[in-house]
């Protein structure tokens, strides 16, 4: 029998990548539903190669055919009434947490590229997938190179996961020129090809310092057991290392359609022509990460180390940090500055801030971080 697919953010860079891990597998796979947020063509153009795919369009409101999901309601509607048997969620930021919730809830198996799910809500989304008997397959590249580690030598034999991170454009930039850093030379990643929300957290090292939250969530391991180990290269996508001290590694070419294949297939090993790699003439280079230089870095392990809501709460003034310097209304230095900041409020007055046990909770302080990082760039003159 065929496994039934939605596919979230069907035309943004993972959705891309799982069409063509489903187009290659269409005797393995049946597309029952495809989501995107405003490339409404982009999205009719796969319905006429899916037809049986329900669609949803959870952007601002247009003229849609009949029959088409709107709204985020709409989303968590059709997911519900589907039903399918897994769904790859690749929807960008913060909206991508409710429809994870939806997938599970529809009891289907979660294949995850959307990290803020679990950065924000990482004990709810886990007691939901333990309530329904679904599995969370990570589709971030480290992270699913962790799991598949983990999977082949035993978690409890591992001591320390060593997340990857290519270092991003600005790794030899000279610190005295971060300040003039523009959005286009952000937008410029070395090793992969992403959305540019994404490729600009690389660009700062916020991915990998949700990463590194991500992480902790996903394989229980406390943030002083992660380490983030700098490999321009992309080759190796994460280690593990042993309680006898050796290192584990899983190595690909970079390219989205393993991780995504793996999610899909799992628990099977299906055959696989992507990331297939040649060693011929490679070479991989290591080094430390500049916590100096990259201050979202630390300030994620900080977030992480206090827990709760702080994870969310450095996400969403990321995001907000972020989409300030896309459209130009703050500079590179800025980001980790405002997130700083928000951080550091004093949340304690805000009510039970140690727990991130319910959506609301989590929601609210969401939407207040923002508030927050909003109201400092509008006062601090930043824009
Ligand atoms: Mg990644």
């Not at 280079?285 to 992480?304: I, V």
């Amino acid at each position: 029998m065929k496994k039934r697919v939605a596919v979230l953010g069907a035309t943004g860079s993972i959705g891309k990548n799982t069409i063509d891990v489903l187009r290659e597998g269409r005797d393995c796979f049946e597309t029952v539903l495809l989501s995107t947020h405003r490339d409404i063509s982009g999205l009719l153009a796969l319905s006429r190669e899916f037809p049986g795919a329900a669609l949803a369009v959870t952007g601002p409101d247009s003229a849609l055919p009949k029959g088409v999901y709107t709204g985020k309601e709409g989303l968590l509607r059709a997911i519900a009434g589907v039903a399918p048997d897994l769904a790859v969620n690749g929807i960008a930021g913060a909206a991508g947490l409710e429809p994870s919730l939806a997938v599970l809830d529809a009891g289907a198996d979660l294949a995850l590229a959307n990290k803020e799910t679990v950065v924000m809500a990482a004990p709810l989304v886990f007691a939901l997938a333990k309530k329904k008997g679904r599995r969370i397959l990570p589709v971030d590249s480290e992270h699913h190179a962790v799991s598949s580690l983990l999977e082949a030598h035993g978690r409890e034999n591992v001591e320390e996961i060593i997340l990857t991170a290519s270092g991003g454009p600005f790794r030899k930039r000279k610190r005295e020129d971060f300040a003039r850093i523009t959005p286009e030379e952000a937008l410029a990643h070395p090793t992969w090809n992403m959305g540019p929300k994404i490729t600009l957290d690389s660009a700062t090292l916020a991915n990998k310092g949700l990463e590194v939250i991500e992480a902790a969530g996903l394989f229980n391991m406390p943030p002083g057991g992660i380490s983030v180990v700098i490999h321009p290269q992309s080759i190796v996508h994460s280690m593990a290392r042993l309680k006898d001290g050796a290192v584990y590694a899983q190595l690909s070419r970079p390219d989205m359609r393993l991780p995504i294949h793996n999610a899909l297939y799992y628990p099977e090993c299906a055959p696989c022509s992507w990331g297939r790699l040649d060693f011929t003439g490679l070479t991989l280079e290591f080094e430390a990460p500049d916590f100096e230089a990259f201050p979202m870095l630390p300030l994620a392990y900080e977030a992480a180390r206090r827990g709760g809501l702080y994870p969310a709460v450095y996400n969403a003034a990321n995001e907000s940090a972020a989409a300030a310097f896309l459209a130009k209304k703050t500079g590179f230095l800025d980001i980790p500055r405002i997130v700083d900041y928000v951080l550091n409020k004093n949340w304690n007055t805000t009510g039970d801030f140690e727990s991130a046990e319910t959506l609301q909770i989590i929601l609210e302080a969401d939407e207040k971080a923002r508030k927050i990082a909003n109201a400092y760039i509008l006062e601090k003159n930043l824009c």
